[in-house]
């Protein structure tokens, strides 16, 4: 099987393979049934890498033109009639590199291999066994209120849980402050709900969260980016912004902010206290990434004792996404606002989820897998900032730990669209920096995830790209 490799175009190498194979199956070089060249013969054959071959390989099964058979390899498959429609269908369609993009891109099951930009941990990071163990003992329990539609604040015993664990880290709150919801979007949508009106200003990091802008903005709200620092939020510009806008929210992030890694430093965290009260705003703290790290000194929540924030926190960035328990935790009266969008919307969460999240937290080795991860991240903080620095690229900021690098190009002048869009075609999923500004302004920075970035691939991808293009 020959396929024409040329290192000096600027068309990927997956896309030449994916390009040179699709015509000798299409041209019917290459018949139905005909088992291809492993993965390692046709890398050799044209002098690419494995993972490439594995990558063109995958898309070209993706395309239904190649079956793959388990421990026998890769054959060509029957209706190429109807390949060739879809083939041609697909070719016109135009990749849009936004924010639905990114989610689309990230969570389908054909989602690229390396996941460098998405905004979770791998499944070798995940506290897989607990969850394990406590499906099996919900499995012997008897039959109980959990299979019921149940409280509408959440389940009881996880709210207790909740409650210490705040008060560890010196919160004080109460049962009827507590939340619980279908993850972190949620508790940070009915926090938007409650608590805002169509065209009210909502104030955020900038950047910041990128799946919060469009969510935002289709609420009919007026989102206003507030600059984010080394130090947290500029606070000259928040003042600036709360006094021309008389905002209802301000969402920040405080402690490893998504996506440079900062942390606010307890000056600025006092500050934007202060603000709050001066211009009467309410805070929402999406504090989900606290648990990374052992800083509380600038916990919003912690300094106020909630009575102007409301604090969003969640166990997907550290058991796992797929069990989907978040919370809200706030003063008594704020949550009984939250309460009641949560129950307009969707009446109660899910009890058998939040008894997993709880039994796990009950068993006490919740504490030693924090440790084992915080200390895991801190090792491919190091690595990937060391790997990325290689590559010809700056850092923003060098967190202490944590999930998110910020991280840009030395040269100037590089389409972060385009970027995006060829590693994309490569199998890599980067995260372009002005996806996570409020209107997609333009940046040069890129958000990375340092556990997905553990592939020499990407690095190389980087290097070349940038050779390539400056």
Not at 149 to 171: F, V, W
Not at 314 to 329: D, E, H, N, Q, W
Request: net charge positive; charged share 20%.
């Amino acid at each position: 099987m020959n396929i024409n490799i040329d290192n000096s175009s600027t068309v990927p190498l997956v896309n030449q393979i994916v390009s040179g194979v699709r015509d000798l199956i299409l041209g019917m070089k290459l018949q139905t049934g005909q088992r291809l060249p492993s993965v390692r013969q046709l890398a050799e054959q044209c002098g690419v890498s494995t993972l490439t071959v594995s990558n063109a390989y995958n898309k070209l099964v993706a395309e239904g033109l190649l079956e793959a058979r388990r421990a026998r390899g890769y054959f060509v498959t029957h209706n190429n009639t109807l390949n060739r429609t879809l083939i041609t269908t697909a070719t016109l369609v135009d990749r849009s590199v936004d924010s639905r993009w990114l989610l689309q891109s990230a969570y389908e099951d054909k989602a690229p291999i390396i996941k460098a930009g998405c905004g979770w941990l791998p499944e070798s990071y995940l506290f897989v066994d607990a969850i394990k163990q406590a499906l099996v003992s919900l499995g012997r329990k008897p039959p109980s209120s959990i299979f019921e539609y149940g409280n509408p604040y959440g389940y009881t015993p996880l709210r207790h849980s909740i409650q210490l664990m705040l008060a560890q880290r010196k919160i004080r709150t109460c049962d009827a402050g507590i939340i619980l919801t279908h993850g972190a979007s949620q508790a940070l949508e009915l926090s938007v709900r409650a608590f805002t009106h169509k065209q009210d200003t909502v104030l955020v990091d900038d950047p910041g969260y990128c799946n919060l802008n469009p969510a935002l903005q289709g609420l009919d709200l007026n989102v206003v980016g507030v600059p984010r620092t080394f130090e947290g939020p500029d606070i000259e510009r928040l003042e600036y912004l709360a006094r021309l806008h008389q905002p209802r929210l301000f969402i920040t992030n405080t402690i490893l902010h998504n996506p440079t890694g900062t942390s606010c430093s307890p000056a600025n965290a006092f500050h934007i206290l202060n603000l709050a009260e001066k211009y009467n705003f309410l805070i929402v703290e999406d504090d989900i990434f606290s648990s990374l790290t052992t800083d509380i000194t600038t916990n919003l929540a912690y300094l106020d004792q909630m009575r102007r924030v409301i604090q969003v926190g969640s166990f997907s960035k550290t058991i796992a996404p797929g069990v989907r328990v978040g919370f809200t935790a706030s003063h008594p009266e704020l949550a009984q606002v939250i309460l009641r969008q949560k129950m307009a919307s969707s009446l109660t969460t899910s009890g058998i989820n939040e008894y997993v999240i709880h039994s796990i937290i009950k068993d006490g080795k919740y504490r030693h897998h924090l440790t084992r991860l915080k200390e895991r991240l801190e090792r491919m903080q190091a690595s990937v900032g060391r790997a990325l620095t290689n590559t010809g690229m700056r850092l923003y900021f060098r967190p202490p730990g944590g999930m998110f690098v910020w991280a840009r190009f030395d040269r100037e002048g590089i389409n972060m669209q385009a970027l995006a869009q060829s590693a994309a075609e490569e199998d890599i999923l980067l995260a372009p920096g002005y996806l996570f500004r409020p209107n997609y302004e333009p940046s040069p920075w890129m958000r990375f995830n340092v556990a997905h970035c553990n592939n020499p691939y990407l690095f190389d991808f980087l290097k070349k790209y940038q050779d390539d293009h400056c």
